[in-house]
T-cell receptor, first 111, second 114 residues
C-alpha cells in the first residue's frame, strides 16, 4: 500500500555537526511534504514544507531536499544543537486527504 | 492567543469508563483536526471539522469514538467504554483555509486505560 516511511529510527550526531534525516515515500501524487519536530511531551511542530514541484527549500538552519525520481525526502539540519534533539516526522499531503505521517526518527545530539 | 490548548494533559481511567477530551483551537482558525499517536509512531488522523461541520469521520477507530464542535470553536473527543488499546496520545490541531499544511498542534492529552 501507499506509505510514508523513514530509513533510520535513530540518529546520533555530535553538537555542531550537520544532521541528515531521510524519508521515503511511495505516492507520487502528493502535493506537499512536510517535516515536523516533536519534543518529548509536546505536539508536533511544523519545521518546513516543500511543494512537489520543487527540489529544494531552505529555512533557518534547515534544508529540505526532494528527489522525485527515487521518491526520497531529506531534512538537513546545519550545525546541530542540543535543542534539536527530538523525533522528526515527515508527512505527506495529498490534496484534501488527511496528512499521512511516517514513523519518525529520533535525533540525539551529543554535546 | 497562545496556540492550541488541550485539556486535560493526562487522563488515567479504568477500562469501561467513558472519557472526554477538550481542544481549544487558535481563535481565528476554522479547521480543527484530531489525531491519535502511539509510542514511536507518527500521528494517525481521526477526524476533522470545518467550523461546526464534521467533514471526515470515517477514520474514527470505532463507533466508541465521537467528536463534536457544536459552535465552531472548541471541540470535544469522547471515547466510550474505553479499552486498554485506547491508551495513546490524542492530539488536536487547527488551521486556517490553507488546511493541514499550516496546522498547529496542541500538546496532546495522554490517555492511560488501566
Amino acid at each position: 500500500g501507499e506509505s510514508v516511511g523513514l530509513h533510520l529510527p535513530t540518529l546520533s550526531v555530535q553538537e555542531g555537526d550537520n544532521s541528515i534525516i531521510n524519508c521515503a515515500y511511495s505516492n507520487s501524487a502528493s502535493d506537499y511534504f512536510i517535516w515536523y519536530k516533536q519534543e518529548s511531551g509536546k505536539g508536533p511542530q511544523f519545521i518546513i514544507d516543500i511543494r512537489s514541484n520543487m527540489d529544494k527549500r531552505q529555512g533557518q538552519r534547515v534544508t529540505v531536499l526532494l528527489n522525485k525520481t527515487v521518491k526520497h525526502l531529506s531534512l538537513q539540519i546545519a550545525a546541530t544543537q542540543p535543542g534539536d534533539s527530538a523525533v522528526y516526522f515527515c508527512a505527506e499531503n495529498r490534496g484534501n486527504t488527511p496528512l499521512v505521517f511516517g514513523k519518525g526518527t529520533r535525533l540525539s545530539v551529543i554535546a | 492567543d497562545t496556540g492550541v490548548s488541550q485539556n486535560p494533559r493526562h487522563k488515567i481511567t479504568k477500562r469501561g469508563q467513558n472519557v472526554t477530551f477538550r481542544c481549544d483551537p487558535i481563535s481565528e482558525h476554522n479547521r480543527l483536526y484530531w489525531y491519535r499517536q502511539t509510542l514511536g509512531q507518527g500521528p494517525e488522523f481521526l477526524t476533522y471539522f470545518q467550523n461546526e461541520a464534521q467533514l471526515e469521520k470515517s477514520r474514527l477507530l470505532s463507533d466508541r469514538f465521537s467528536a463534536e464542535r457544536p459552535k465552531g470553536s472548541f471541540s470535544t473527543l469522547e471515547i466510550q467504554r474505553t479499552e486498554q488499546g485506547d491508551s495513546a496520545m490524542y492530539l488536536c490541531a487547527s488551521s486556517g483555509e490553507a488546511g493541514e499544511i499550516e496546522a498547529f498542534f496542541g500538546q496532546g492529552t495522554r490517555l492511560t486505560v488501566v
